[in-house]
């Protein structure tokens, strides 16, 4: 059974069901990117203002040694412990917020969604969709980057809470290539309320 965290601010309730910290693995691959197994870390927390929080490390195994077998075995295992066997790959952050005003020809259990991500590898992306019955899908609606960061043109992101896991996809348009997948992770709840 699910319950509201303690203090979670109304306007962000269509999305109550992502509070809390998530580990699991997946995938990343792209063209000129080879498949690659990676562990990802989501947490998601709140201040009790209208928004939530958004944390995401993703790993890779180390090179030198590391097979990334921890995260084989589930999400419950110690990170540190794991440390020493895999590298950062990605790091993002962002604020998830829920607009108060409703499209007129939105169904009564969906709600409007949007997510503010940066990246320390140069981009700030903006993207708009819509939540509802454990499920958000999510389009770039704007993707800002620096100078020297690769150029993305376009983004979309399918999240959902299948039989209490968090499971998601990333796909891309990069590098020249048109919209395709990215990335796909599954990760296990091991904390509530953060």
């Given at each position: 059974?699910?319950?509201?965290?303690?203090?979670?601010?109304?306007?962000?309730?269509?999305?109550?069901?992502?509070?809390?910290?998530?580990?699991?693995?997946?995938?990343?691959?792209?063209?000129?990117?080879?498949?690659?197994?990676?562990?990802?870390?989501?947490?998601?927390?709140?201040?009790?203002?209208?928004?939530l929080r958004w944390q995401v490390t993703t790993w890779v195994p180390d090179d030198?040694?590391?097979?990334?077998?921890?995260?084989?075995?589930?999400?419950?295992?110690?990170?540190?412990?794991?440390?020493?066997?895999?590298?950062?790959?990605?790091?993002?952050?962002?604020?998830?917020?829920?607009?108060?005003?409703?499209?007129?020809?939105?169904?009564?259990?969906?709600?409007?969604?949007?997510?503010?991500?940066?990246?320390?590898?140069?981009?700030?992306?903006?993207?708009?969709?819509?939540?509802?019955?454990?499920?958000?899908?999510?389009?770039?609606?704007?993707?800002?980057?620096?100078?020297?960061?690769?150029?993305?043109?376009?983004?979309?992101?399918?999240?959902?809470?299948?039989?209490?896991?968090?499971?998601?996809?990333?796909?891309?348009?990069?590098?020249?290539?048109?919209?395709?997948?990215?990335?796909?992770?599954?990760?296990?709840?091991?904390?509530?309320?953060?």
């Amino acid at each position: 059974m699910f319950t509201i965290p303690e203090g979670l601010a109304p306007e962000v309730y269509p999305l109550a069901w992502l509070v809390g910290t998530w580990r699991g693995t997946g995938t990343v691959a792209y063209p000129n990117i080879p498949e690659t197994t990676v562990e990802q870390e989501v947490v998601v927390d709140h201040d009790g203002g209208p928004y939530l929080r958004w944390q995401v490390t993703t790993w890779v195994p180390d090179d030198d040694g590391g097979d990334g077998a921890a995260g084989a075995h589930g999400a419950a295992g110690d990170a540190a412990e794991r440390a020493g066997q895999r590298r950062v790959w990605a790091t993002e952050t962002g604020y998830w917020r829920v607009p108060p005003e409703r499209p007129a020809d939105l169904p009564a259990d969906r709600h409007p969604v949007e997510l503010l991500l940066v990246d320390p590898a140069g981009h700030l992306t903006l993207y708009a969709g819509v939540t509802g019955n454990g499920r958000i899908d999510l389009a770039s609606d704007l993707i800002a980057r620096t100078p020297d960061a690769a150029e993305v043109g376009a983004a979309t992101r399918l999240m959902g809470n299948v039989h209490g896991e968090l499971m998601w996809t990333w796909d891309i348009a990069a590098f020249g290539e048109p919209l395709q997948s990215y990335a796909a992770v599954r990760l296990t709840r091991v904390q509530e309320d953060a």
